[in-house]
């Protein structure tokens, strides 16, 4: 996990990994850039990662009540985004940093998908700002500013998402601030967006949303999304050099149908997760853990689907030369609170003309002073 010494501590998720809690609520998660990586690579085409909280894998989409939820997990960073997905344990201090960086290859599976309801990603779109209140988030964090007049705060890739898939709901993290913003496309279209801080007594990392369901249909894979995987499997290659992505077309019916007919058009997840890893007390217990751990979630996914061997599985890259750890100069510098959170490079993106925003998400009058940073 790639974080300062002072932040290397266990926390609480290895008590939904063992059972010893559950999640109230069905989760639906995607990965940031401070995460156990090892472990999400498990799952790169997303599945449980404990009871009842679901993974959305590097890219994603799942059906939940009716609506279509994506989702990207990672951060943009220009000098890895062309390449494969070429990290496995173990990890040198490079690739700890680079196997959470945001892949084209995802982008481009996204685009291909028909519209959706929400979709999450840690990093915010860039250009985001000009659709908020911008002063005040600049109150709270005065040192964006710079890279506000640049375009280089968030990231061009989610900003290309956003303004191709034009979501009902956007909801991102990582800058470590509460913000709010209405967008309304070209189209008529309109995307609420919402940013949470991190999760800090006295922050506002919490909200609820009330969104109108179409059924009362369970967690489900995307026969879209699938179909997407499949005709994209061949892009899917570990490289450290740009990665070819060949012009495809979105899903035809006859492909859906074809996916329909090997799940038997049953699509609802089953609750099939499985610890890969001992838990802590099997640790203490004198259980070594391995460095890698092939996740049946995913083998099972790739023999239905036809998908290669899933991304990070090292037999056949051991030995490969990594590249040697090196300073990041595209990193926003940011408080000492806020030192966890890693910048982005991203050039200025065309979205939307800002509008006036008379449904956005509002902001409290807390949101606008400075809380201990």
């Not at 892009?235 to 035809?252: D, E, G, N, Q, R």
Request: glycine share 6%.
């Amino acid at each position: 996990m790639a974080v300062p010494p002072k932040f290397r501590k266990l926390n609480t998720f290895y008590k939904y990994y063992s059972g010893e809690k559950t999640a109230p609520v069905p989760t639906i998660i995607i990965g940031g850039n401070h995460e156990a990586s090892n472990f999400m690579q498990e799952l790169p085409y997303g599945g449980w990662i404990a009871p009842n909280i679901y993974y959305l894998g590097f890219a994603g989409c799942v059906q939940f009540r009716g609506l279509r939820i994506a989702g990207m997990s990672g951060i943009y960073k220009h000098h890895d985004y062309h390449r494969g997905h070429f990290e496995h344990p173990p990890y040198n201090n490079s690739s700890l940093r680079s196997v959470y960086h945001t892949r084209q290859i995802d982008v481009w599976r996204l685009k291909h998908l028909s519209p959706i309801d929400i979709f999450l990603s840690h990093d915010w779109p860039t250009g985001i700002w000009e659709h908020g209140d911008v002063n005040a988030l600049l109150h709270r964090k005065p040192f964006f500013r710079d890279d506000i007049q640049s375009y280089r705060l968030g990231s061009a890739a989610a900003a290309e998402l956003l303004e191709q898939l034009q979501p009902n709901y956007w909801f991102s993290a990582h800058l470590h601030v509460r913000f709010a913003a209405y967008l309304r496309h070209k189209s008529g279209a309109n995307t609420r967006f919402l940013a949470l801080d991190k999760v800090l007594p006295g922050r506002r990392f919490l909200q609820l949303l009330d969104v109108e369901s179409r059924s009362d249909e369970p967690l489900s894979l995307d026969p879209e999304w699938l179909c997407i995987l499949r005709n994209t499997d061949s892009a899917a290659v570990p490289s450290h050099a740009p990665v070819f992505l060949p012009p495809i077309s979105k899903p035809t019916e006859e492909e859906i149908a074809e996916i329909r007919a090997t799940f038997m058009d049953t699509f609802r997840l089953p609750e099939n997760f499985e610890r890969t890893a001992p838990t802590l007390s099997e640790e203490q217990n004198g259980s070594k853990p391995a460095s890698w751990y092939s996740n049946p979630q995913t083998e099972l996914l790739c023999k239905m689907v036809g998908l290669r061997r899933p991304f990070g599985a090292p037999t056949s890259l051991a030995g490969m030369h990594l590249p040697p750890p090196s300073k990041n100069p595209d990193e926003i510098v940011l408080d000492d609170d806020d030192e966890m959170v890693e910048g982005s490079l991203s050039k200025k993106t065309e979205t939307s003309a800002p509008i006036a925003n008379p449904d956005e998400i509002p902001l409290g009058d807390s949101d606008e002073e400075q809380q201990n940073e």
